[in-house]
């Protein structure tokens, strides 16, 4: 049986002169926790939106679960959560008829279900409270608790944790985690604060004007963004032949006239300073540093000129 939760297939969405989503091809894995990573207006809504039917596709196709039949797709969905802008919330009914209404329209006959993810979110004490007295926090778990009660396969969250408070994030992100391991349950997440995500996710996606630039997984990310060498000097050129033909098995790029940046091999910079200075190449700086995440998505996006 495959592991692949969804497909999707040259997935293009446009608007007039505008196109949102421009050929779109990326499965996700079950049981994996992804971090959705783009700049405002790059199609992460959009993409969304088409999965969870709430919106079509000018081209392309996807599979949900296996199945590409529109139809049965549409039934599928009853097993997709989803909270997209902001939580779809009753302001004037309390938290507890919130979840109710909605296992009543996703059809759960399991009438022990609200109370149960209630008490997942740590909802429990405030259950009779009207929606509209929450704070944000609340609100963002009782959204999810919402799109828990139909037991989905599936957890599409679009910037869930935007506008808490440090506490409320660690909660949020520790509930994404246990809903994760406890239930199987696949969970998509888009969010702009990168260093949160990363503390997320087992895997990434990144999509800039409507494509996608790079996936990757949790590990191979954070290789990618450990410690680096900055090299500047008078002969960036000749470092670079010497880089390539001293440790071959390093990468590196080259990020003005007289700077560098070193991946790969932390370690290497007494080596690689007594063979520069060998070269008679002056040096006027040789540190190690750490790129974030958000420097590394700087990068992939060509800098924030074109974010």
Known sequence: MSDIILETRNLTKKYKNLCALDNVS???????????????????????????GLAFPTSGDFSLMGEMDPKKIEKKRRLVGTIIEEPALFPKYTVWRNVELQRILVGNPDK????????????????????????????QRLGIAIAMVGNPQL?????????????????????LKRINEERECTIFVSSHILSELYLLATDFIFIHHGRIIETTTHAELEEKCSRYI?????NIPETATILEKAFPEISYKVTSDDTMKIFGKPGMKAELSKRLMEAGIVISELSEKEQSLEEYFMTLTGGAANA
């Open 26 to 52: 990326l499965s996700l894995r079950k049981n994996q926790i992804y971090g959705f990573i783009g700049e405002n207006g790059a199609g992460k809504s959009t993409f969304m939106k088409i999965v969870s």
């Open 112 to 139: 022990s279900v609200t109370d149960r993810v209630i008490e997942m979110v740590g909802l429990t004490d405030v259950k009779e409270k009207k929606a509209k007295t929450l704070s944000m926090g609340m609100k």
């Open 155 to 175: 957890l599409i969250l679009d910037e869930p944790i935007n506008g808490l408070d440090p506490k409320n994030i660690i909660t949020l992100r520790n509930m």
């Open 230 to 234: 900055v090299v500047k000097d008078d």
